[in-house]
Nanobody, 124 residues
Framework: RLVESGGGLVQPGASLRLSCAAT????????IAWFRQVPGKEREALFC????????EYADSVKGRFTMSRDNAKNSVHLQMDNLKPEDTGVYYC???????????????????WGQGTQVTVSS
């Protein structure tokens, strides 16, 4: 199970830190990804991290502003979002691929377990 937290309403230029807590499996052995879905668009992969330890970046629109990290001790991942823009508004999800030592994939259909999502709204 995955549970996201940390969303909210912020002004442009602000920062937010999203968290995704996992239960029932150990995240460091599986691919874990962050996705977002903005109104009118398909769910988009942002980052993924697997047992390799390297974070894959998928979205040019967030490069230099967003960062994914993993806390193995807390069995959780985080998404640090800085310099937020109105176009970042959407629902953010973390997702788990159930293949042990699997490889990251930017396709949403590759992931088996999803959190409930957390709303991020960037507006002045």
């Amino acid at each position: 199970r995955l549970v996201e937290s940390g969303g909210g309403l912020v002004q442009p230029g602000a920062s937010l830190r999203l968290s995704c807590a996992a239960t029932g499996f150990t995240i460091e052995f599986y691919p874990i990804a962050w996705f977002r879905q903005v109104p009118g668009k398909e769910r988009e992969a942002l980052f993924c991290r697997s047992d390799e330890g390297r974070t894959r970046e998928y979205a040019d629109s967030v490069k230099g502003r967003f960062t994914m990290s993993r806390d193995n001790a807390k069995n959780s991942v985080h998404l640090q979002m800085d310099n937020l823009k109105p176009e970042d508004t959407g629902v953010y999800y973390c997702a788990h691929m159930s293949e042990l030592y699997g490889r990251c994939n930017r396709a949403a259909r590759a992931y088996d377990t999803w959190g409930q999502g957390t709303q991020v709204t960037v507006s002045s």
